[in-house]
């Protein structure tokens, strides 16, 4: 609560909201363009996106200290100076919370997530989106930067499909066989492109990366087609606006707003680890290398090679790219 109320902006709730929103609507009219899709998984597919869930910033119940009071009123914490009591104590408090819930209806509202947490999820179990109040903040969102950042920034989190769960959260398949098959013929060519990248000497294992490789290039593929609708929603295509927005960019950096849509993209996956720990999660890591989430998925995109001049047949311009989603009608 103290930090909700002393750091969260709300605006960025307000923000994020329309952004989803947009994000859902865009899947949504697309679906009728996926030619490999049959008509019966669409409808579902649709169905689903329509049912999605979204939890942004903090649970409400967290606005009223006497909720939290009472949650916590079995915690009994020691005065002790030995910190490792507490955190012992804590922990069993967490989980006789946990075995309280056995036998009970799950609880649809529930987080598995804090909002502190500098992190976003897709829980397909529930049918839900969550973006906590820590990861609603810079360096990740901000409501007061240019949104095509914003809308870069969180393409990863909504590619999550959640395939083999229904609209409801239910565990249930329901894809039709020849989709079912259409979509793993796709994600072969997933699965040939990012085995071919390497760290170090090892390569990529391109299957057990595959699912979130997927995730990133079709959030990054959903998201720029609803930064578009935003564009031209709310008549930001207009060439009087544009003129009058090439005075309105970032100031200091010659970047069209195209461009700071990848960049926000990207920076999402500004990471630093060791050589060791890198090494140990191709082995163990479903995620491919931050790296090649940015490398793998931008080089996919042709508007991404058109907004930065790429040479045709250059690595982030090639010949051949992979895609599942937002398969358009010619």
């Given at each position: ?5 002393k ?15 947009e ?63 507490n ?9 006789e919370?946990?075995?309280k819930?056995?036998g ?11 909002p502190?947490d ?6 397909p179990?529930?049918?839900?989106i ?5 990861i ?15 809308f ?11 395939r083999?769960?229904?609209?409801y959260?239910?565990l249930?398949?329901w ?13 072969q060519?997933?699965?040939d492109?990012y ?6 000497n090892?390569?990529i294992?391109?299957?057990?990366t ?8 079709g ?34 950096v ?13 920076q999402?996956w ?5 050589p ?19 490398i ?12 930065f ?14 895609q ?5 009608k010619?």
């Open positions: 609560a103290l930090f909700i109320s750091v969260f902006d709300e605006k960025s709730q307000e923000k994020i909201k329309h952004i989803v929103e994000i859902r609507l865009t899947f949504i009219e697309t679906l009728p363009n996926i030619q490999w899709m049959d008509l019966e998984t669409r409808q579902q597919a649709q169905i689903k996106a329509q049912m999605i869930i979204d939890r942004l910033g903090y649970p409400k119940w967290l606005e009223d200290e006497r909720n939290i009071d009472r949650f916590y009123q079995d915690l009994n914490l020691s005065s002790t100076n030995n910190p490792m009591i955190i012992i104590l804590v922990r069993r408090f967490q989980k919370q946990n075995l819930k056995l009970q209806r799950p609880d649809i509202e529930e987080w598995t997530m804090t502190i500098v992190n976003a999820y897709y829980a179990w529930k049918n839900m969550v973006f906590p109040a820590g609603l903040q810079t360096p990740f969102f901000d409501a007061n930067i240019p949104i095509s950042l914003n870069g920034s969180i393409a990863s989190i909504i590619g999550r499909n959640g083999y769960f229904d609209g959260g239910n249930n398949n894809w039709q066989k020849g989709s079912a098959r259409s979509f793993d013929e796709r994600a060519c997933f699965i492109q085995t071919q990248y390497r760290i170090g090892k390569h294992n391109g299957l057990l595959l699912d979130e490789n997927i995730a990133d290039n959030g990054l593929r959903i998201a720029y087609a609803a930064y578009k609708r935003y564009l031209k929603r709310h008549h930001l295509l207009s060439i009087t606006y544009l003129k009058h927005h090439q005075q309105q960019l970032l100031p200091g010659n970047l069209t707003d195209e461009q700071l849509f990848f960049i926000g993209f990207a999402t500004c990471t630093k680890t060791t060791e720990m890198a090494n140990a999660a191709l082995v163990t890591d479903t995620h491919a290398h931050p790296k090649y989430r940015v793998g998925s931008l080089s996919n995109m042709p508007e991404f090679s058109k907004a001049k790429c040479p045709k047949g250059s690595p982030m311009n090639p010949e051949k790219r992979c599942i989603w937002l398969d358009v010619r």
